[in-house]
């Protein structure tokens, strides 16, 4: 089931819409995809770690260290947009961040053998997949520029 795991996380950011090379340095100096791209490539090393678990011990922590570094990136997310839309979208990616967070100590914890966690920690993994298939920006979230995380309010120009 591992290996499964690590070959449709690869796949997954395989199909990933990637941007140009020229667009590397704009999507950079932006927060919001500067963390996109820091979650796609924490991805990308969990897949690969999956993979070649079995013949490395020490790989079992990459999964669980993973998720924790999307939770918080989740956590901490920027936001672009008007007041409101930034305000619903900070929510969400609080809920999502907190709930990959918790996926990731409790895999830390399966990979610490507390076969008590086994069983669950999927679940709550399964529920952030959830959130992430039924996100939706929120309206107003790109009518205006940058608008940082906690304020909701556009900063001066």
Same mark, same amino acid.
Not at 116 to 145: D, F
């Given at each position: 089931?591992? @290996?499964?795991? !690590?070959?449709? $996380?690869?796949? $997954?950011?395989?199909?990933? +819409?990637?941007? +140009?090379?020229?667009?590397?340095?704009?999507?950079? #100096?932006?927060?919001?995809?500067?963390?996109?791209?820091?979650? &796609?490539?924490?991805?990308?090393?969990?897949?690969?770690?999956?993979?070649? /678990?079995?013949?490395?011990?020490?790989?079992?922590?990459?999964?669980?260290?993973?998720? $924790?570094?999307? !939770?918080?990136?989740?956590?901490? #997310?920027?936001?672009?947009?008007?007041?409101?839309?930034?305000? @619903?979208?900070? %929510? /969400?990616?609080?809920?999502?961040?907190?709930?990959?967070?918790?996926?990731? $100590?409790?895999?830390?914890?399966?990979?610490?053998?507390?076969?008590?966690?086994?069983?669950?920690?999927?679940?709550?993994?399964?529920?952030? &997949?959830?959130?992430?298939?039924?996100? %939706?920006? +929120?309206?107003?979230?790109?009518? &205006?520029? #940058?608008?940082? #995380?906690?304020?909701?309010?556009? +900063?001066? @120009?």
């Amino acid at each position: 089931m591992r @290996k499964v795991s !690590g070959i449709v $996380l690869l796949l $997954l950011i395989a199909i990933y +819409p990637r941007h +140009p090379v020229g667009d590397w340095p704009l999507i950079w #100096h932006d927060p919001q995809q500067r963390q996109h791209t820091l979650i &796609a490539l924490a991805m990308v090393v969990a897949g690969i770690a999956e993979l070649l /678990r079995p013949g490395q011990a020490g790989l079992g922590w990459v999964w669980p260290g993973a998720l $924790l570094l999307a !939770g918080v990136l989740f956590i901490t #997310h920027a936001q672009h947009g008007t007041g409101e839309a930034v305000r @619903k979208a900070v %929510r /969400r990616h609080r809920i999502l961040g907190a709930t990959l967070i918790l996926a990731g $100590l409790m895999a830390a914890a399966v990979w610490a053998s507390n076969p008590a966690l086994a069983a669950l920690w999927p679940v709550v993994l399964l529920v952030a &997949a959830l959130q992430l298939l039924l996100y %939706r920006e +929120p309206e107003g979230a790109y009518e &205006a520029a #940058h608008a940082g #995380h906690d304020r909701g309010s556009v +900063p001066p @120009k």
